[in-house]
């Protein structure tokens, strides 16, 4: 456990760590969502606080107590999180994307609720991509040294295996540090326990076992330190 005496090997540092799931509006009043609880981005602002940082949390949808010390901004949409997150990752040390963007959103946004049609049909909905945040900050990188680190929630498929899909992620991503959930065996979602790989562009791999998500986000940071520039 670590309370009083944890060592303050992030003071001085900013870090900017997103939560939560984002909402894509179809109208005033519906969303496609996800099932995101923010419970992990949450621990890492709290375990960030702890060890010195100056924190920043972009918060999408929680619905969580804001944490002692620590800047929150909040957000619903994938736009207005990438609005936030690449002008903070700017003057960042680190930028932790742990909250779950939305990959699409409706190609249009009625202004006026969609009514139900008395014939039976269905609307479709029709979506485009969102911006691929963590691809940005990586590959923009206005500031050098910036520890750059994404989340991966994946199951293997008959093309790879957790890890192999995980590899291919960081480098298509190209951010230094990949933290993967193995989803296979069920949801971990809304769960106050996760279990990890920190992979690292380096070629590290650092097994976190089941615990509590604060464990998992001092692992996390325990990685982001060592690779901060002094
Ligand atoms: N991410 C992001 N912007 C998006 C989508 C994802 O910054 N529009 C970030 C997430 O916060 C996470 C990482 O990218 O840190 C990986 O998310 P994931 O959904 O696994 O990646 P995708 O590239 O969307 O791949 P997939 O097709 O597997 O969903
Ligand atoms: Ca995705």
């Known amino acids: ?3 009083a005496g944890t ?16 909402r894509e509006y179809l109208d005033p009043v519906r969303f496609l969502g996800n099932r995101s609880s923010g419970l992990q981005g949450y621990a890492l602002a ?6 010195g940082a100056e924190v920043t949390l ?11 010390g620590v800047k929150v901004v909040r957000v619903e949409t994938t736009g207005q999180l990438r609005d936030v ?9 680190a930028v932790v994307m742990a909250a779950a963007p939305a990959d699409f959103r ?21 979506l ?14 206005p500031r050098a040294g910036t520890v750059v680190v994404g989340f991966a929630a994946e199951t293997g498929d008959e093309t790879g295996s957790v890890l192999d899909l995980a590899r291919a992620k960081l480098a298509r991503k190209g951010c230094d540090l990949l933290v993967v959930n193995d989803v296979s065996g069920g949801a971990v979602f809304g769960s106050p326990d996760n279990e990890a790989v920190i992979l690292g562009a380096d070629g590290t791999a650092t097994d976190v076992p089941r615990g509590s998500k ?7 940071w325990d990685q982001v330190a060592r690779r901060l520039q002094d």
């Open 128 to 141: 485009q991509q969102n911006p691929d945040i963590l691809h940005e900050i990586s590959t923009s990188r």
């Open 7 to 22: 060592a303050q090997d992030l003071a001085g540092r900013h870090v900017v760590v997103s939560a939560g799931g984002t």
């Open 46 to 51: 709290r375990a960030a606080a702890a060890r």
């Open 58 to 68: 972009v918060a999408a949808n929680t619905s969580l107590p804001d944490p002692a």
């Open 85 to 93: 997150v690449v002008p903070a990752a700017a003057s960042a040390d």
């Open 106 to 126: 409706p190609l249009a946004v009625s202004d006026a609720k969609i009514k139900k049609a008395s014939d039976g049909s269905a609307p479709a909905i029709e």
């Open 1 to 3: 456990a670590r309370g």
């Open 214 to 220: 604060s464990a998992l986000a001092h692992a996390i």
